[in-house]
């Protein structure tokens, strides 16, 4: 009797660590994926491509994104065994495609939200190890292999978004991130935003400067979020309701739209350039965990373009204050939580603790950087200080400007800057005199100072003149000052 006991206690435990190997040889359930795509997966008709934004693209094709090929093609391999270290760097524009493909095939083979929710974790987990993967190799290359490398993304990067020409006809993408000349806003017609980021998240943090860093994302963030609003309101499954003004209520808002999907990979990207930028650059350890990822690269400054985009889209929208929660910590955590199904604030009390001395929740990239914000007193300006704040007085300041423009004489002479006279030439926001006029892409008319056309556009707020929200912004040369 004791022996069968044992024989049968013995099999279970074997039984039970085969099935724990199994499970944690294949922790992104790649070999599910796999089966379910052999047997469902059929290409989208040119309709269907339109609708959902997805291209005629096989979710089983190997995708080699740096050092990593994720292996799906093969039967010779399974599990996480899939996830392969390449000796050599490589980063296509094809590769990029098939994960963005991959992407969302993964997360939208399922009908429930909770399974959506559940794979949208699993597809960024597999990113992150991908992102893991390729920071240390980098980290730990020769001088003359990281250059190399930075090389190899500067050039793909630069031919995909600076040349004017590509397959035989105009490039789309070309001016996406210029900041010096004023782009067409008919280029931005049916552009892969996803690819974009993909794109950006990857390859921008090897040779972009900080602020050019957070320049691109700004103008990412909204070209990202109107399209994505644009096309859901287009299919009928976003309807107005502007009444929703908490970041949970926004968040459910979202997922029973369809929108958490592209959220999601919004904010997971967002936060790995973060985290790929500082590692690079400052040497920062990468996150070992999507958790960590999240608690510590946390893009708090989505919540406000994404709310800013919904309110957009209907009528007298734009003139809708935004709700103060929209630019805290707390509203992004909120909102994170219930779009990713992920709780980032379990260590709330360590990141406070830890951003007193140096802050990593924004994603602007500011950090390090020899430019960071000063207020009048010298002090550096605190990463939490409310948004909003800063907001409301710009809008004060405006308010005043045009009363006391309204209150001038007819016969007053103006000059170029936007309504100020030709003898102060001063920025008609902050009032300091002007050494380079900066027009607004929305505006013409418009001549700020650097800085606060940099306030207007990172703040999301409305030009003072024409009222429009700007995307970048330009030097004019006809107008610069000696």
Same mark, same amino acid.
């Given at each position: 009797?004791?022996?069968?006991?044992?024989?049968? &206690?013995?099999?279970?435990?074997?039984?039970?660590?085969?099935?724990?190997?199994?499970?944690? @040889?294949?922790?992104?359930?790649?070999?599910?994926?796999?089966?379910?795509?052999?047997? =469902? $997966?059929?290409?989208?008709?040119?309709?269907?491509?339109?609708?959902?934004?997805?291209?005629?693209?096989?979710?089983?094709?190997?995708?080699?994104?740096?050092?990593?090929?994720?292996?799906?093609?093969?039967?010779?391999?399974?599990?996480?065994?899939?996830?392969?270290?390449?000796?050599?760097?490589?980063?296509?524009?094809?590769?990029?495609?098939?994960?963005?493909?991959?992407?969302?095939?993964?997360? =939208?083979?399922?009908?429930?939200?909770?399974?959506?929710?559940?794979?949208?974790?699993?597809?960024?987990? %597999?990113?992150? /190890?991908?992102?893991?993967?390729?920071? @240390?190799?980098?980290?730990?290359?020769?001088?003359?292999?990281?250059?190399?490398?930075?090389?190899?993304?500067?050039?793909? !990067?630069?031919?995909? !978004? *600076?040349?004017?020409?590509?397959?035989?006809?105009? @490039?789309?993408?070309? /001016?996406?991130?210029?900041?010096?000349?004023?782009?067409?806003? *008919?280029?931005?017609?049916?552009?892969?935003?996803?690819?974009?980021?993909?794109?950006?998240?990857?390859?921008? +943090?090897?040779?972009?400067?900080?602020?050019?860093?957070?320049?691109?994302?700004?103008?990412?963030?909204?070209?990202? &979020?109107?399209? *994505?609003?644009?096309?859901?309101?287009?299919?009928?499954?976003?309807?107005? =309701?502007?009444?929703?003004?908490?970041?949970?209520?926004?968040?459910?808002?979202?997922?029973?739209?369809?929108?958490?999907?592209?959220?999601?990979?919004?904010?997971?990207?967002?936060?790995?350039?973060?985290?790929?930028?500082?590692? %690079? =650059?400052?040497?920062?350890? $990468?996150?070992? #965990?999507?958790?960590?990822? %999240?608690?510590?690269?946390?893009?708090?400054?989505?919540?406000?373009?994404?709310? $800013?985009?919904?309110?957009?889209?209907?009528?007298?929208?734009? *003139? $809708?204050?935004?709700?103060?929660?929209?630019? &805290?910590?707390?509203?992004?955590?909120?909102? #994170?939580?219930?779009?990713?199904?992920?709780?980032?604030?379990?260590?709330?009390?360590?990141?406070?603790?830890?951003?007193?001395?140096?802050?990593?929740?924004?994603?602007?990239?500011?950090?390090?950087?020899?430019?960071?914000?000063?207020?009048?007193?010298?002090?550096?300006?605190?990463?939490?200080?409310?948004?909003?704040?800063?907001?409301?007085?710009?809008?004060?300041?405006?308010?005043?400007?045009?009363?006391?423009?309204?209150?001038?004489?007819? #016969?007053?002479?103006?000059?170029?800057?936007?309504?100020?006279?030709?003898?102060?030439?001063?920025?008609?926001?902050?009032?300091?005199?002007?050494?380079?006029?900066?027009?607004?892409?929305?505006?013409?008319?418009?001549?700020?100072?650097?800085?606060?056309?940099?306030?207007?556009?990172?703040?999301?707020?409305?030009?003072?003149?024409?009222?429009?929200?700007?995307?970048?912004?330009?030097?004019? +040369?006809?107008?610069?000052?000696?």
């Amino acid at each position: 009797m004791i022996p069968q006991y044992v024989l049968k &206690t013995l099999l279970f435990s074997v039984i039970l660590f085969f099935y724990q190997q199994g499970l944690a @040889n294949d922790t992104y359930d790649l070999e599910e994926f796999r089966k379910y795509q052999m047997k =469902n $997966w059929k290409p989208l008709s040119k309709e269907q491509q339109s609708c959902t934004g997805q291209p005629a693209m096989s979710p089983l094709e190997n995708i080699c994104i740096g050092f990593v090929r994720l292996n799906m093609e093969s039967d010779d391999v399974s599990g996480d065994g899939r996830l392969e270290i390449c000796e050599n760097y490589e980063v296509t524009e094809q590769d990029f495609r098939l994960l963005v493909n991959f992407y969302f095939n993964y997360v =939208n083979s399922t009908d429930t939200q909770n399974d959506r929710k559940m794979r949208t974790q699993r597809v960024l987990r %597999l990113i992150h /190890h991908i992102f893991a993967i390729n920071i @240390n190799q980098i980290n730990g290359a020769s001088p003359d292999k990281k250059e190399l490398i930075r090389v190899a993304a500067q050039s793909l !990067f630069e031919c995909f !978004f *600076s040349s004017e020409m590509r397959n035989g006809g105009k @490039n789309p993408y070309f /001016h996406y991130f210029s900041l010096d000349s004023l782009a067409s806003q *008919s280029d931005y017609v049916g552009l892969n935003n996803g690819l974009v980021l993909m794109l950006l998240t990857f390859l921008g +943090p090897h040779f972009l400067f900080s602020n050019d860093f957070d320049n691109y994302f700004t103008v990412l963030r909204n070209s990202y &979020t109107e399209k *994505s609003y644009d096309r859901a309101l287009s299919r009928g499954s976003l309807y107005e =309701n502007i009444n929703e003004n908490s970041p949970h209520s926004i968040a459910s808002y979202f997922t029973a739209a369809g929108l958490d999907t592209e959220t999601a990979l919004l904010i997971g990207l967002t936060a790995m350039a973060s985290a790929a930028f500082q590692s %690079l =650059n400052s040497g920062q350890e $990468w996150p070992e #965990t999507l958790e960590t990822l %999240l608690q510590r690269y946390l893009p708090c400054e989505i919540l406000g373009t994404v709310y $800013w985009s919904l309110v957009g889209l209907f009528p007298a929208g734009r *003139s $809708w204050p935004v709700p103060e929660v929209m630019f &805290t910590v707390e509203g992004m955590q909120e909102f #994170t939580q219930v779009i990713l199904g992920i709780d980032d604030t379990a260590e709330s009390a360590l990141l406070q603790a830890e951003s007193s001395q140096s802050p990593d929740c924004q994603s602007d990239y500011s950090q390090g950087s020899d430019n960071q914000a000063e207020d009048p007193d010298g002090e550096p300006h605190s990463e939490h200080q409310d948004q909003l704040i800063v907001i409301k007085q710009q809008n004060e300041l405006i308010t005043e400007l045009r009363e006391e423009s309204a209150d001038q004489p007819a #016969t007053e002479e103006t000059g170029a800057v936007g309504g100020t006279t030709a003898g102060t030439k001063k920025c008609p926001l902050c009032a300091d005199p002007l050494t380079d006029i900066i027009v607004l892409d929305c505006c013409e008319d418009s001549g700020f100072c650097n800085t606060c056309a940099d306030r207007l556009i990172y703040e999301q707020s409305e030009c003072l003149f024409c009222r429009n929200v700007p995307l970048s912004y330009m030097k004019a +040369p006809e107008m610069s000052l000696p």
